[in-house]
């Protein structure tokens, strides 16, 4: 049993249990009836049923590399015979070479396909690894790719270019590289010391606020900084925004910004180029006192110290809803769980489909070889990006953009709550990543179950058939549909991912945010930018774009991309001569000729589908997969801002599609969010004219939301509103509906004389189990390995 304390809910606990009379013959359509009994004895756990093994038909060679591999891989990186003269982070600075980070390197799918497809060998597995290099005389971040992998004598380390087409390869300028502890301890006594020289101004305008260094005991605000900090590598800028230290600091912004320059290695040269308050910039230490001492910076509407508003503890002061004592309804795996798992290889089976899985550091869970029926629909499914933008009338909101992919979105993937954050009885696995010579295991991190939409897949009743009574034929078959989840937060956001593997064959990828605003302090005069949402705060205005690359192979790597689009007609047809010319719909078809980025059509007049003109159903239609938008399709509001110019060309469309090529695996880079204006990878040089006839197609997909931020983000953004999605499914793939073969379903005949139903029941049994669930176990301490 997964679980360590048995708890009960409410006095009894919760018993479930569906019974039922059969007749013999389990397959002959037989009358049933159905009754539903609350039992306390008598029937099986459901829940505890373990996960059926199935082996993956070839090993995983998507998967990261082993905790071996990557410690091999370190302690090559810091053998002085490879040269790269590294330093121990621990006791790094800014002009020292050390790692950053290390993971794996995507495999080549040219490599992959001769493997997973033919008898060609696996493809030979690398790691990448990026380092700072502060200790060069132009310092800079390199990317190295190093392999094969197990380190042997064969295995060499490289810069990492290949896949980057900025102009710099896989090399940084320092100004742009990654703002870690090691870059903020040299700034840090800058801020200090400018800080505690006008501490008198700070605490008397924000109730005591005052800051002299993160770890002065009379430190009373603390510090958040922006991205980008740099436009080109050439600067480096920093906006300091203070805040109260509440336990939801992110929410109790105070109105001061320090700006400072910090170009370069070198400490002594970096210098404060200002402050603002009150919507004014004051260049010098001299102009802040001057309007301070005349009473011109008294704040209107002072920020909170006690946040306990923001936490997700009950309120009691909101009083209670009635028969809210009682456990709600949820879904429950009472059958037995109905996929096969090859955890080793994270390989998953269910009704139809198969995939594997890999997690990997900047990017979490991705999906390789899906297919449907032993065909293949993707060759990969995986998130590129989560950008946000933010607008504001200070600099810290005005100049926001995050691409969390910098932050190494895979690292945060946390531990799930059973029955809150995934359904009781859900599977569970832990996500690995590694970080410096040793592997973080992040517990029960992923969950995968099967999940009950509570709507049918499909249904009709007819009454076709003509006799006096009229007839009621009803069939109903279940839809059902196998998730996987995980919930990765970054910072303020809890962004939920599910990829949901619907029974018919479609594919529904859809992300959720929760978590604390990004907020800015409260002004009468800066409505334009969100609403009053507490005493001292506004909500700031924002986009999330969330961009996924979908590399389809229907059946093979040969497809067209086929848009058909509705358009309203003037015609005439000669058996309406009394109309003249009429306005009909009709469809106009057409294949994008070369790669090419747009948006959906208003109205959603246009239909997206990835086909292969070479293969066609029964019916000799093309057999393809159609791109659904869902919720909030949207595309970057901001096109020509200068804080995303250049760095964020995936999130300014709709759709892209591209010619599927082995040095572009990622629409963006790790480090390319402090490089707006001279990208290391510039999305929009994917689209060089190459043709999509019958080629190896990659589509590039867009969703998130417009944050329209509203007094209902308090404490927490709700999962309910914040919602995106898009469906791949079918279209003509197939000769039908996918759903002929399934057994979950009724087939009622109404006697044409009694008209007593006839219950078609296939024999898939109902279960008769006893549930009891039990308090989860939460592991949240992340556990080092190796
Ligand atoms: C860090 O520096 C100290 C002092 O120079 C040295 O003794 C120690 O070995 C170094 N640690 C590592 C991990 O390199
Ligand atoms: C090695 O790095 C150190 C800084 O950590 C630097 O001072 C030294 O010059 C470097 N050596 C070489 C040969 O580049
Ligand atoms: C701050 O105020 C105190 C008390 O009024 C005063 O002694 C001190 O000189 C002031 N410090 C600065 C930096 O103005
Ligand atoms: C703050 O730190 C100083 C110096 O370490 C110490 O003398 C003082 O007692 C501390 N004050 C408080 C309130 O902890
Ligand atoms: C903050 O406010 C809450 C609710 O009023 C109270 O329970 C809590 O003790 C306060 N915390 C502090 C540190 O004052
Ligand atoms: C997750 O990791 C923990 C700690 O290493 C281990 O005990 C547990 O078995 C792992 N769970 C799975 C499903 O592999
Ligand atoms: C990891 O590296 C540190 C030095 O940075 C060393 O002290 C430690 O022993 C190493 N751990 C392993 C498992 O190699
Ligand atoms: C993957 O393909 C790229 C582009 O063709 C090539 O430069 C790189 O060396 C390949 N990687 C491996 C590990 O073979
Ligand atoms: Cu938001």
Excluded at 434 to 462: K, M, W, Y
Excluded at 618 to 625: D, M, Q, T, V
Aim: hydrophobic share 35%; glycine share 8%.
């Amino acid at each position: 049993m997964r679980f360590s304390v048995l708890v009960f809910l409410g006095a009894v606990g919760l018993a479930i249990a569906a019974a039922q009379e059969r007749a013999a013959s389990p397959s002959g359509p037989h009358k049933l009836s159905l009754k539903n009994r609350l039992t306390p004895s008598g029937g099986e756990f459901c829940l505890a049923d373990p996960v059926p093994f199935t082996q993956a038909p070839k090993p995983n060679v998507w998967r990261g590399i082993s905790p071996e591999d990557n410690r091999a891989v370190w302690e090559l990186l810091h053998n002085p015979t490879t040269g790269l003269n590294l330093t121990s982070r621990r006791n790094a600075t800014i002009t020292d070479n050390y790692v950053f980070w290390i993971d794996a390197l995507p495999t080549n799918k040219s490599a992959v396909l001769a493997y997973i497809d033919g008898d060609g060998p696996p493809p030979p597995k690398y790691a990448r690894a990026i380092i700072f290099e502060g200790g060069r005389t132009n310092p800079r971040s390199q990317e190295y790719m190093i392999g094969p992998l197990p380190v042997s004598a064969e295995t060499a380390v490289e810069p990492l270019d290949y896949m980057y087409n900025g102009g710099m390869g896989g090399s940084v300028p320092f100004n742009a590289r990654y703002y870690d502890g090691i870059r903020d301890n040299a700034v840090e006594p800058l801020i200090a010391s400018v800080m505690s020289s006008i501490a008198n101004i700070t605490s008397a305008l924000f109730q005591g606020g005052a800051y002299y260094g993160w770890n002065d005991n009379r430190t009373t605000m603390r510090t958040v900084t922006t991205d980008p900090v740099s436009f080109d590598g050439e600067q480096a800028f920093l906006n300091v925004m203070f805040r109260v230290p509440t336990d939801a600091s992110i929410l109790t912004p105070v109105d001061f910004y320090l700006l400072i320059d910090w170009t370069g290695t070198d400490p002594s040269s970096y210098y404060v180029k200002g402050f603002v308050t009150k919507e004014r910039f004051f260049p010098t230490v001299e102009r802040l006192t001057e309007a301070f001492e005349a009473g011109e910076l008294g704040q209107e509407f002072p920020q909170t110290h006690n946040a306990s508003w923001a936490l997700l503890d009950r309120k009691p002061e909101m009083g209670t809803r009635e028969l809210d004592e009682k456990f709600p309804a949820t879904i429950l795996q009472l059958g037995g769980k109905r996929f096969k798992l090859d955890k080793e290889q994270q390989y998953v089976e269910y009704m139809g489909w198969s995939f594997y899985m890999s997690h990997s550091r900047s990017l979490g869970l991705m999906f390789f070889d899906i297919k449907f029926k032993g065909e293949r629909i993707l060759y990969e499914l995986s998130l590129q990006e989560t950008l946000s933008q933010y607008g504001g009338n200070q600099p810290k909101a005005a100049s926001t953009v995050y691409h969390d992919s910098y932050y190494s979105l895979g690292t945060r993937a946390g531990t799930l709550l059973e029955g809150y954050d995934c359904p009781f009885g859900s599977t569970f696995l832990n996500l690995t990543y590694h970080d410096a010579n040793h592997t973080v295991v992040n517990q029960n991190a992923l969950c995968i179950f099967e999940t009950d939409p509570g709507v049918p897949l499909s249904r009709h009743r007819s009454s076709d058939r003509g006799s006096r009574w009229g007839f009621d034929d009803l069939g109903v078959i279940k839809g059902n549909a196998l998730v996987t989840r995980t919930v990765v937060t970054v910072g303020n956001y809890d962004y939920m991912f599910d990829y949901a593997f619907n029974i018919d064959g479609s594919l529904e990828i859809s992300v959720r945010a929760s978590g604390y605003l990004q907020a800015s302090p409260y002004y009468k005069t800066q409505k334009k930018w969100g609403p009053r949402i507490q005493q001292g705060t506004q909500g700031s205005l924002h986009d999330h774009i969330l961009t996924w690359k979908a590399d389809f192979d229907i059946v093979d790597s040969a497809n067209s991309f086929e848009i058909s689009k509705l358009v309203a007609v003037e015609q005439s047809q000669p058996w309406f001569p009394e109309l003249g010319g009429f306005e009909q719909i009709e469809l106009q078809t057409r294949y994008l000729e070369k790669e090419d980025r747009f948006n959906y059509e208003p109205n959603n007049q246009a239909i997206y589908s990835v086909v292969n003109r070479d293969k066609k159903n029964a019916w000799g239609e093309n057999r393809g997969y159609r791109i659904i938008p869902g919720l909030s399709n949207i595309h970057l509001t901001t096109l020509n801002s200068p804080f995303s110019r250049r760095n964020s060309e995936f999130a300014k469309q709709n759709l892209a599609v591209t010619r599927q090529h082995d040095n572009e695996p990622f629409a963006n880079s790790v480090q390319n969010v402090n490089l707006p204006w001279r990208p290391q990878q510039d999305f929009s040089r994917f689209f060089d004219g190459e043709s999509l006839d019958q080629e190896d197609l990659v589509v590039w997909l867009n969703m998130g939301m417009h944050h329209f931020t509203r007094a209902e983000d308090m404490p927490v953004t709700l999962y309910s509103e914040a919602h995106a999605s898009i469906t791949l499914s079918p279209q003509n793939f197939f000769d039908r509906a996918q759903d002929g073969d399934l057994l979950n379903r009724r087939w009622i005949v109404t006697d044409s004389e009694t008209r007593d139903p006839d219950f078609q029941d296939l024999g898939v049994e109902l279960p008769y189990c006893e549930v009891q669930l039990e308090e989860p176990v939460w592991n949240i301490k992340p556990v080092l390995e190796i």
